[in-house]
């Protein structure tokens, strides 16, 4: 089955402690990306990966850090989570961007205390 | 950067009756316009989507029309259902710049 799975789908978690939320796909698709998600605010993204060793900044990337190491993993890193990093989280990935549907995962809720 | 807007916030119809979402883009360059169903505790999912060579698209229920001039598209979903309550997201892409921009979601509540 084709999808796209995020863990875990809950984490809470103190203030610094670093923590990494895995995102894997099977549909050897090149583009992934990390959108958080806010009342309100809808969809922002956080980083993107056009393809393998290749990341690039989304809108609100300040905080967060990401990898691409192998074309089924897109790996979203906190290294010093803070109170205002509180969201749900989804990772996506699509065969290309702006042309083709992005699957997304089932969310991760993140609460930093 | 693209920056879209969907009005209203939130619709609240009546089974049976039509919703429609409305979507505002700044990007003249964008050329795809996907839109997506939130359900409640789940992930967005794609219900359909536009590219600009075309005004309109229907699917069951749910059609999508472009106005490239106006620089606005819409989502309308006919005969609505209870399960069409959720939140929908439109967003704009130029092809190309690997970028996606959501506007910010409008809540559709169905009354039975």
């Known amino acids: 089955e084709a999808q796209v799975t995020q863990n875990p789908r809950y984490l809470i978690t103190v203030t610094g402690k670093k923590l990494t939320v895995t995102c894997s796909q099977n549909m050897n698709h090149e583009y992934m990306s990390w959108y958080r998600q806010d009342p309100g605010l809808g969809l922002r993204q956080i980083y993107y990966?056009?393809?393998?060793?290749?990341?690039d900044k989304g809108d609100v990337p300040e905080g967060y850090k990401v990898s691409r190491k192998e074309k089924r993993n897109f790996p979203l890193i906190l290294e010093s989570p803070s109170p205002n990093q509180t969201s749900l989280y989804f990772c996506?990935?699509?065969?290309?961007?702006?042309?083709?549907?992005?699957?997304f995962g089932q969310g991760t809720r993140l609460t930093v205390v | 950067g693209e920056n879209v807007e969907q009005h209203p916030s939130t619709l609240s119809v009546q089974e049976g009756d039509s919703a429609v979402i409305k979507c505002t883009y700044s990007?003249?360059?964008?050329?795809?316009f996907p839109w997506y169903k939130q359900e409640l505790g789940k992930r967005p999912q794609l219900i359909i989507d536009?590219?600009?060579?075309?005004g309109e698209k229907k699917d069951q229920r749910i059609a999508v029309t472009l106005n490239k001039t106006a620089k606005h598209f819409s989502l309308h979903i006919t005969e609505t259902q209870p399960e069409d309550s959720a939140v929908y997201f439109c967003?704009?892409?130029?092809?190309?710049?690997?970028?996606?921009?959501f506007g910010k979601g409008n809540q559709v509540v169905v009354i039975p």
């Open positions: 967003a704009a892409a130029v092809y190309g710049n690997n970028r996606l921009a």
């Open positions: 990966s056009m393809n393998v060793e290749v990341t």
């Open positions: 996506a990935s699509s065969l290309s961007q702006g042309i083709t549907e992005a699957f």
């Open positions: 990007d003249s360059a964008s050329n795809y």
């Open positions: 536009i590219r600009s060579n075309v």
